[in-house]
């Protein structure tokens, strides 16, 4: 399967990978702030942006298939190991694929990432529970509608596969993430959809990580406050 994906900077090869249901246009500031040292790959995964959908029947439905699409991905540009650093979803992605090919990662950075889905709050389950895809965050819909070959009637079905997934995936444990050694900073607001108490699981299962909380950071974080969380990024990446 062909997927979009924006390729710039020079350097070592680092993946950005993107939340649910979001583009590779929606970080801009850490985008160009990192591929001013490395070489940035930020691949649209199927269902998202300019990557057409080619549906739950080709079992691109769950994360374990989207591990399956990045590691195609890094396959076909030929990257043998590289830095990866995801953000919500992207994040989950990024140490799933850490659990499955851990020579293929050199350092992890996972921002408001959950292990499993439970580690989400109380309040955003409920309320993802009961939203639809008229009801879900305008601006992604509208980025759908806007950049999607499958057009804008396809929204509702990416937009339910994805409910179904935050509802049900990951279901990691600790255990399970003991086993990534490379060094890797867990990111996320103190106010973020992940509940605190399961970001300081996260990073606490890791043998070799750095936490960070940001006072006052919701689940766009990386959007809310760029100029620190770029910061905390590239000291990660270069210590």
Known sequence: MRCYLDDRGVGDPLL??????????????????LADRYRVISPERCGHGR?????AASGLAGYAAMVDETLATMDALGIARADLVGQSDGANIAMLLAIRAPQRVRRLALVSGNFHADGMTSVFREDLGATSAERYEPAF???????????AAHWPVVFERHRQLWLHEPTLTVDDLAGIEVPTLVLAGDRDLVAVEHTVAL????????????????????????ELTTRVILEFLEG
Do not use: N
């Open 16 to 33: 950005l990978l993107h939340g649910g249901l979001e583009t590779v246009d929606m970080l801009p500031a850490l985008t160009a702030a």
């Open 203 to 226: 990073y606490r299962a890791f043998p070799d990580a750095r936490l960070c909380l940001v006072p006052g950071g919701q689940h766009g974080v990386l959007v809310e406050q760029p």
């Open 141 to 151: 819909a509208e980025a759908y509608r806007r950049l999607s070959p499958d057009g």
């Open 51 to 55: 990557t057409p959908d080619v549906g």
